[in-house]
């Protein structure tokens, strides 16, 4: 029988759920996660910064196509480390056909961030992405399988296609994706194309096939993903509207409570005993980051809970100290404000926003930054008058937005996430007059109960703390720890 873990530690992008706390989850027997957001971008910001610790290169040195990971490192690599006040290198952004380099880069850190979270251990990693982040699924999919990824999880959308794509990569066939074009014409050529073989440098490595684990919110969700996909559906993430990062809109008409937050009501809430009949396994996410949830989730249950802001403020996590101690010392007093603002995201998804001075959550520091889009993650494919396909993010400047047909309306309110999320992990982009680009924290509801982590005089906690508090209810869930799965993809040659 397949055993699976009672704790997913939740995919938290952009670098926040990085390899150190993938690898500290996973050691511990539960699922460690990784995020696969961006790691194109954020690998070149490391490479840049001077792979202190020389983590990189390891990674690189494991690649099993070292021409393409030898380019990667004399493109990007930084001896010493770029000096501070200078800019980060640019990286192309993503349109349906990548350049080449950037497929190579997708590839290569995906492969890299997975293979650093699997070092030292032979328990399942997995990794996350946004469906709405469609353009750069193929390549990084195909580099986190080449590193020997377990689980593959998504959310941000409805990833039916998703499965599809993982099975053609195990059997070494190429994979498509259909990016979702807005206003595209019947039949226009909107798919997105990655065949291994125009990448490999000798025989294809041995791949096994990832679980996939659909991150939804409702019930009718649920029950598409594994009536509809495209392959198998292995599981089920659960996550309710108090979970941090982006949240399913509320069902029906938005409204706002007095505040200016989307209202959730009864339709929003998930039947677990539909669930349960669903005969998958499932876990329970948003607000579930205690020893009570845990044993509560069981008792419905569930396989267990994805946790996501309580592993986000561990010592492992990529989010940068200054902001870790700053919101935990608001924690411990109780005084920690999370703001579900319905307009931030350019994804149009309510987006958790820790409430946190110098931050974009300042309306003065919105204000101050000038609208740039140099990352582009969340840029729309729009179908253009000429029969192509153009990009917008409603968060770019609004001329820009709406030169290429975008309305007004969208654009109010919007936050650049894409340098927002890197700047929260201590990789702000440089502007001129050596402006750095502002943090904007996405934290869960519960972001008061950081707090109950902390051992008696201590002003920090590491992963391993939190697996131990979440599992002291469920004392049995040890005997049942997921047993070594042994997958070497990179040795075996197909
Ligand atoms: C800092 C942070 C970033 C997140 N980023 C993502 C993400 O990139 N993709 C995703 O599927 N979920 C993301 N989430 C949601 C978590 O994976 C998890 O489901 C959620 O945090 C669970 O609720 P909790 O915060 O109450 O524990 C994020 C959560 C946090 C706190």
């Known amino acids: 029988m397949i055993q699976f873990p009672k704790i997913i530690q939740g995919g938290m992008g952009v670098g926040v759920s990085n390899w150190r706390l993938a690898q500290a989850v996973s050691k511990l027997g539960q699922l460690g996660v990784v995020s696969g957001t961006a790691l194109d971008q954020l690998f070149v910001r490391r490479l840049a910064d001077g792979d202190k610790g020389g983590n990189m290169r390891r990674g690189l040195d494991a690649f099993p196509f070292p021409d393409m990971a030898k380019r990667i490192w004399q493109e990007y690599f930084v001896p010493g480390g770029k000096p501070s006040g200078t800019p980060y290198p640019p990286v192309p952004m993503h349109q349906r056909r990548d350049v080449r380099k950037l497929v190579e880069l997708c590839m290569v850190s995906n492969f890299v961030e997975v293979f650093l979270a699997r070092e030292g251990h032979k328990n399942p990693v997995g990794i996350n992405f946004l469906e709405k982040v469609q353009m750069p699924h193929l390549s990084s999919i195909y580099g986190a399988m080449l590193a020997g990824v377990g689980y593959v999880l998504m959310g941000a959308g409805i990833p039916l296609h998703i499965p599809g794509v993982l099975d053609a990569f195990a059997a070494h066939h190429a994979a498509e994706y259909k990016l979702s074009v807005t206003g595209a014409a019947v039949g226009q050529d909107t798919q997105m194309h ?5 990448y490999a440098e000798g025989p294809l490595p041995f791949l096994g096939r990832p679980r996939f684990l659909a991150i939804v919110s409702s019930n009718t969700l649920a ?10 559906v292995d599981g089920l993430v659960i996550e309710t509207p108090t979970a941090g990062g982006h949240n399913a809109p509320p069902r029906g008409k938005l409204q706002l409570n007095a505040a200016g937050e989307p209202v959730y009501g009864e339709r929003d809430q998930v039947n677990i005993q ?17 020893a009570r949830k845990l044993r509560e989730a069981l008792d419905q249950g569930a396989a267990g809970i994805q946790v996501g802001t309580a592993f986000a403020f561990s010592e492992e996590s990529g989010m940068r100290p200054d902001l870790k101690k700053r919101l935990m010392a608001q924690a411990k007093v109780g005084a920690g404000e999370v703001f579900t603002d319905p307009l931030a995201s350019p994804t149009g998804f309510p987006f958790k926003v820790a409430q946190l001075e110098g931050t974009s959550s300042a309306f003065n520091i919105y204000q101050e930054r000038k609208r740039v889009c140099d990352l582009g993650y969340l840029r729309d494919p729009y179908a ?29 309110g919007r936050k650049c996430l894409c340098n927002a999320l890197m700047a929260n992990i201590g990789h702000a982009q440089v502007r001129k007059g050596d402006v750095e680009e502002p943090a ?22 590491t992963a391993a703390d939190v697996v131990r508090s979440l599992l002291s209810l469920s004392a049995e869930v040890e005997e049942t720890e997921e047993p070594a799965r042994v997958m070497e993809p990179v040795l075996a040659i197909a």
């Open 194 to 198: 990655l065949d291994p073989a125009d």
């Open 223 to 232: 029950t598409t993903m594994l009536r509809r996909a495209s392959g198998r």
């Open 440 to 461: 904007l924290v996405t934290v869960g509801d519960d972001l008061n109960t950081i707090a109950t982590f902390l051992a008696p005089g201590r002003q920090s906690y």
């Open 274 to 290: 539909e669930l349960r009949a669903l005969g998958v396994p499932f876990w329970l996410a948003g607000g579930y980051g205690n």
């Open 384 to 412: 253009t008058a000429d029969g192509n396909i153009g990009y917008r993010c409603s968060a770019e400047p609004v001329a820009n937005y709406l030169a290429k047909g975008g309305k007004i309306e969208d654009t109010v």
